[in-house]
């Protein structure tokens, strides 16, 4: 069984003066490695999608393809001299940097550029990598760690012996657990200092493997993700849970230091500073975010349900803008960007692609399983009755003159999702623009919702 603990490092003055330079020496090495690979690709992927044969023909066109192990090989080469950067005359020292630091950007660059051309174990590919800047390269990987490298054990600290860097003093706000030996450790630049993940061990704890469970109405419940108002989540036992929104009330905090900072001269000391506070407000808006959607996930499962039905979400296209209009004279016209940029802040706030990864890592902890639905429909059938009712976004209730009750709309399409993953969803059939439901349900599945609905109520 693997798991990773992640501790704050306190390293002297000499010593982050030396990671900050091994952090400017590896995003170079990985920037390099990376324009090497986009050269070949730029001069040679036309004539690979026009022949894919020609690998038997010319061998030697793949034998100068940039690849893992050709570009670790550079390595003792470079390491014989100083590297000067072209466009800012820096002097590199690659000799002081730890080896394996180095090779572990050779594999991530290349794990990066495989998604690209060829795509993940799925056929999946990604999108086109980028060259790191300062901002976006801040970790670096000692891959061969041992558990020798750990000195010295206290009550709150311990010291930790990296490679080239000597001891350096971790803060152990939590204990490390009995029996797990150390493989891996990762070192962090963050906003409020340096951090690090060290990788643990211990092959006697079996690996988790949860029976199947079978869903059942007891069993189940159904997740619709709100954005409305200040609810977050909608379940099919009739709750909503409600939003942070850590993003919105902190905007204003945002606006007062960014403009603060636009007015100072680029490169003083005065606009560092400010940058600083604003990248320290932005950590915390983060962890506040992280935080409250553990706490939420922690609290579904102690509901002690086992199988969850989840919204599926179109993050990306939910967060698109609209497509721009123009008029004969070629003029752009209103197209509703401006509310819309609102709405795609909204959902960037909310954060649900990670609450939802959040969320099945502590389902899976407790023996519970999350799965994934296709919400189609599921907001515009009424969950008792199989008849469309929410035409239109707006409506956000419904009151039924038959039953004299009023049916909320999220906790309603929570409902459905719940019934989608029982199978027990009526099909939908459009023909001619119009929209039919097909199928039956149990007078004891409708006497079920209907007490839910009751008591929502």
């Known amino acids: 069984m693997k798991t990773t603990y992640q501790y704050k490092l306190f390293a002297n003055t000499n010593q982050k003066l030396e990671l900050n330079d091994w952090l400017r020496i590896s995003r170079y090495w990985y920037n390099r490695q990376l324009g090497e690979r986009f050269t070949w690709w730029q001069n040679n992927h036309l004539q690979l999608q026009a022949f894919p044969q020609w690998k038997e023909i010319f ?50 660059v290349d794990k990066a550029f495989e998604r690209f051309i060829v795509g993940d174990s799925n056929g999946k590919r990604s999108g086109k990598p980028r060259f790191k800047t300062e901002a976006s390269f801040r970790t670096m990987t000692f891959a061969t760690a041992n558990h020798d490298w750990i000195k010295l054990v206290r009550k709150e600290w311990f010291y930790l012996r990296l490679p080239k860097l000597g001891v ?49 109405w007891e069993n189940s419940m159904g997740l619709d993700a709100v954005l409305h108002g200040d609810d977050y989540l909608a379940t099919s036992d009739g709750t909503k849970l409600p939003s942070l929104k850590s993003l919105r009330k902190n905007q204003h905090k945002l606006d007062k230091i960014s403009q603060k900072r636009n007015k100072r001269k680029p490169g003083s000391k005065s606009r560092r500073k400010l940058a600083k506070k604003e990248g320290h407000l932005h950590q915390k808006i983060a962890r506040t975010r992280k935080d409250f959607q553990y706490k939420t996930a922690h609290k579904l499962v102690r509901t002690g349900k086992k199988v969850f039905f989840r919204e599926k979400l179109n993050l990306q296209g939910l967060s698109k803008r609209n497509a721009p209009k123009q008029d004969e004279d070629g003029l752009f016209l209103p197209n509703g960007q ?42 515009q059938v009424l969950s008792y009755r199989n008849e469309i009712v929410f035409t239109d976004t707006d409506i956000r209730e419904y009151w039924d003159e038959t039953q004299m009750l009023k049916v909320d709309r999220d906790i309603n399409a929570s409902i459905n999702l719940k019934r989608l993953g029982l199978g027990i969803f009526p099909r939908i059939k459009r023909r001619s623009g119009k929209i039919s439901v097909v199928g039956t349900m149990d007078e004891s599945t409708t006497k079920e919702i209907l007490h839910i609905l009751n008591r929502t109520a």
């Open 168 to 216: 350096v003093k971790v803060r152990m706000h939590r204990p490390l657990p009995d029996g797990f030996k150390l493989k891996q450790v990762s070192v962090i630049k963050k906003v409020d200092g340096w951090y690090m993940q060290m990788c643990l061990e211990d092959s006697s704890v079996p690996e988790f493997n949860p029976d199947s469970i079978a869903p059942d």
């Open 59 to 108: 061998p030697t066109l793949f034998g100068s393809r940039p690849n893992y192990y050709s570009q670790k090989l550079q390595l003792p080469m470079i390491k014989q001299d100083l590297i000067k950067v072209m466009h800012s005359g820096e002097l590199l020292d690659f000799q002081s940097v730890d080896s394996t630091i180095l090779q572990d950007v050779c594999k991530r």
């Open 338 to 379: 401006s509310a819309k940029s609102g709405l795609n802040k909204s959902w960037m706030d909310a954060g649900f692609g990670q609450f939802f990864e959040i969320f099945a890592y502590i389902a899976a902890k407790a023996g519970a399983v999350v799965i994934p639905q296709n919400p189609a429909y599921t907001s």
